[in-house]
């Protein structure tokens, strides 16, 4: 489907709320950023793993720019999923279970970023402190977690999933 730069429907142009909801492109946009911060994520830890078999100051480096194209991509994330929340029924197990999302997943950043803080004054090591490896392997853990409630939200209850479309 071409991105419409119009609401069709209502002969207007969509609203900023739309746009980041992924309304031109005729998808939710929440669901296409999801895989960058845990990519991000997953790439910090094997990093770390392999610069404990073999010490390398390049990958601590590169870990560092992870942790922050991640802190980025988690906020984008943050602010579709938000837009996403403020319009479901108050009190609803929708809202409900998006809230655990929410809280899971903003959890699991917080343990990967506090490594990024911890980092910031050891940038010139070449193998990783054991306190790192710890907070992302629990920071990993409870992105699964998280996962798991937002597949929840889409495949068991629905939530932005279109059926009005044409049968293949």
Same mark, same amino acid.
């Given at each position: 489907?071409?991105?419409?730069?119009?609401?069709?429907?209502?002969?207007?142009?969509?609203?900023?709320?739309?746009?980041?909801?992924?309304?031109?492109?005729?998808?939710?946009?929440?669901?296409?950023?999801?895989?960058?911060?845990?990519?991000?994520?997953?790439?910090?830890?094997?990093?770390?793993?392999?610069?404990?078999?073999?010490?390398?100051?390049?990958?601590?480096?590169?870990?560092? !720019? $992870?942790?922050?194209?991640?802190?980025?991509?988690?906020?984008?994330? @943050?602010? #579709? &999923?938000?837009?996403?929340?403020?319009?479901?029924?108050?009190?609803?197990?929708?809202?409900?279970?998006?809230?655990?999302?929410?809280?899971?997943?903003?959890?699991?950043?917080?343990?990967?970023?506090?490594?990024?803080?911890?980092?910031?004054?050891?940038?010139?090591?070449?193998?990783?402190?054991?306190?790192?490896?710890?907070?992302?392997?629990?920071?990993?853990?409870?992105?699964?977690?998280?996962? !798991? $409630?937002?597949?929840?939200?889409?495949?068991?209850?629905?939530?932005? @999933?279109? #059926? &009005?479309?044409?049968?293949?």
């Amino acid at each position: 489907m071409p991105i419409s730069l119009r609401n069709r429907r209502e002969d207007r142009p969509w609203t900023l709320k739309e746009w980041i909801q992924g309304y031109p492109i005729g998808h939710p946009s929440h669901p296409m950023f999801v895989h960058f911060p845990i990519a991000f994520y997953l790439a910090v830890l094997v990093f770390d793993v392999m610069a404990v078999i073999e010490p390398n100051a390049g990958l601590m480096q590169a870990n560092i !720019y $992870l942790l922050i194209m991640a802190a980025i991509a988690t906020v984008i994330l @943050v602010v #579709t &999923g938000l837009i996403d929340w403020f319009g479901m029924v108050k009190g609803s197990s929708k809202r409900r279970l998006a809230t655990q999302h929410l809280l899971v997943q903003v959890t699991a950043a917080l343990f990967f970023q506090s490594t990024l803080l911890l980092r910031l004054g050891d940038r010139g090591v070449s193998e990783p402190e054991p306190l790192w490896l710890i907070l992302e392997a629990i920071g990993y853990v409870i992105i699964g977690l998280g996962q !798991y $409630l937002g597949g929840v939200l889409v495949y068991e209850r629905g939530m932005r @999933v279109s #059926t &009005g479309g044409t049968a293949d």
